[in-house]
């Protein structure tokens, strides 16, 4: 939600299965909304399921925002749901680039199904400042963190 806020009054192509974003970005002239059905799962106020994958793999995007569940430097980026994360996966392959956008309490955990290894992001977005650690693990994996306070 933090990025659609940003991105509000840019002219934009979206492409999202949140009903959230629907609502968010209707009234945006300038945003040409495409929205992914589905199964409509009330829990994340989004839709998932075989008919969404099959959507998605229909579009390319330049970019793609996505979050998780959890970062792990050991286990990679992880999620608790796996339609969640195969639809994720699905996003990843039609992506150009990626930005995973995750605040600072997924850090450091891991989650039951793993999305993806980090060579396959290009940058991070986070709430709060990372340890050092972090900083010398995504350089060496080529992935750019950006850390708004």
Not at 33 to 53: A, D, E
Not at 116 to 142: A, R, V, Y
Request: net charge neutral; with cysteine.
């Amino acid at each position: 939600m933090f990025v659609c806020n940003q991105i509000k009054d840019m002219r934009l192509t979206v492409l999202t299965n949140s009903l959230k974003i629907t609502n968010l970005l209707s009234d945006c002239a300038n945003i040409n909304l495409i929205t992914i059905g589905g199964i409509f799962t009330p829990q994340y106020m989004s839709f998932f399921g075989k008919s969404t994958l099959q959507a998605m793999g229909g579009f390319f995007v330049d970019k793609a925002f996505l979050s998780c569940r959890s970062l792990s430097m050991e286990h990679g980026i992880t999620d608790s749901n796996e339609q969640i994360a195969e639809l994720r996966q699905k996003v990843l392959e039609r992506a150009n680039q990626t930005f995973l956008i995750a605040d600072y309490s997924k850090f450091n955990k891991t989650s039951f199904i793993k999305i993806c290894d980090f060579d396959e992001i290009q940058c991070i977005i986070t709430d709060k400042k990372q340890k050092q650690e972090w900083h010398e693990f995504l350089d060496s994996k080529s992935v750019k963190l950006y850390e708004c306070e």
